[in-house]
């Protein structure tokens, strides 16, 4: 059985404070190992228990396990009914579910998310992973804009890694 403490990287706790409730943001595919497919199913389910309900998937590892691997993970978190962003089957999917809007209590927050890279691993064919991409990113603005989003949340994954 997985515990909170194996569950260690939430991406900012300054961005938690903003997020309703119950709606916990952590780095799913990158959380304790590289792909929570990695682990069971039961890890998954844990994390829905401890209240987590929005994962940010797009960062350098989120290619390690190709296809199978993103498509596993986006399986097991959908059939538990738990939002994911930053990782798609397809631009169609995409498309419908970007950004993640939470609406608690008449406050609209929208989630965004994108990695610099995935080590120089391709993104499987017909796949998409957002990217750090002015353009792309000052359109998924615009788009969080027009759903009305009152407070947009830009969860980057970037940054120099084993430097202090």
């Not at 990158?30 to 994962?55: I, T």
């Not at 927050?109 to 957002?130: E, S």
């Not at 759903?147 to 940054?159: K, L, R």
Request: proline fraction near 3%; include cysteine.
């Amino acid at each position: 059985m997985w515990r909170l403490k194996d569950i260690a990287l939430i991406e900012s706790k300054e961005a938690l404070k903003a997020i309703p409730e119950g709606k916990v943001l952590i780095n799913t595919i990158n959380a304790h190992s590289y792909n929570v497919a990695q682990k069971d199913d039961a890890f998954a389910e844990a994390l829905q228990r401890a209240g987590f309900g929005v994962f940010i998937m797009a960062n350098n590892h989120c290619c390690d396990k190709d296809r199978r691997g993103i498509e596993r993970t986006l399986y097991v978190l959908d059939s538990l009914g738990l939002q994911h962003l930053g990782v798609y089957r397809d631009t169609l999917e995409r498309d419908s579910l970007y950004p993640v809007i939470i609406d608690h209590d008449g406050l609209r927050v929208a989630i965004l998310n994108a990695t610099y890279g995935t080590n120089g691993l391709p993104v499987p064919r017909g796949m998409y992973v957002n990217m750090l991409d002015t353009a792309a990113i000052c359109a998924d603005i615009a788009r969080a804009k027009a759903q009305q989003a009152d407070v947009i949340i830009m969860m980057p994954h970037w940054g120099e890694e084993y430097h202090r």
